[in-house]
């Protein structure tokens, strides 16, 4: 059983920056996919970027420039660094553990209980 526990979300002002931290205990951390995904409120679940156990990055293109997601396997830790970010950026985001670094969520067994990114204007 993977626990997955982020943090680093909260306040920022339009044109801030975030970086999230997604720390896993419990498995095989390198052998997993990561991703992130978020969702606003009254808005489904999206996927935001994923990164394999060999270090391929996949981002959802809307997102690809300003957002960049990174393992450190020697910490069991994914990151999702965000820049430039707008109101439209605010969500809860979560982490997930996976087989594949897919967007569908089906693709993830284990996900953290969310943290939360607010961007005023």
């Known amino acids: 059983q993977v626990q997955l526990v982020e943090s680093g979300g909260g306040l920022v002002q339009a044109g801030g920056s975030l970086r999230l931290s997604c720390a896993a205990s419990?498995?095989?951390?390198?052998?997993?996919?990561m991703g992130w995904f978020r969702q606003a409120p009254g808005k489904e679940r999206e996927f935001v970027a994923a990164?394999?156990?060999?270090?391929?990055?996949y981002y959802t293109n809307s997102l690809k420039g300003r957002f960049t997601i990174s393992r450190d396997n020697a910490k069991n830790t994914v990151y999702l660094q965000m820049n430039s970010l707008t109101p439209e950026d605010t969500a809860v985001y979560y982490c997930?553990?996976?087989?594949?670094?897919?967007?569908?969520?089906?693709?993830?067994?284990?996900w953290g209980q969310g943290t939360q990114v607010t961007v005023s204007s």
């Open positions: 419990g498995g095989t951390f390198s052998t997993y996919a």
């Open positions: 997930a553990a996976g087989t594949a670094y897919r967007a569908d969520p089906s693709a993830y067994n284990y």
């Open positions: 990164v394999g156990w060999s270090n391929t990055k």
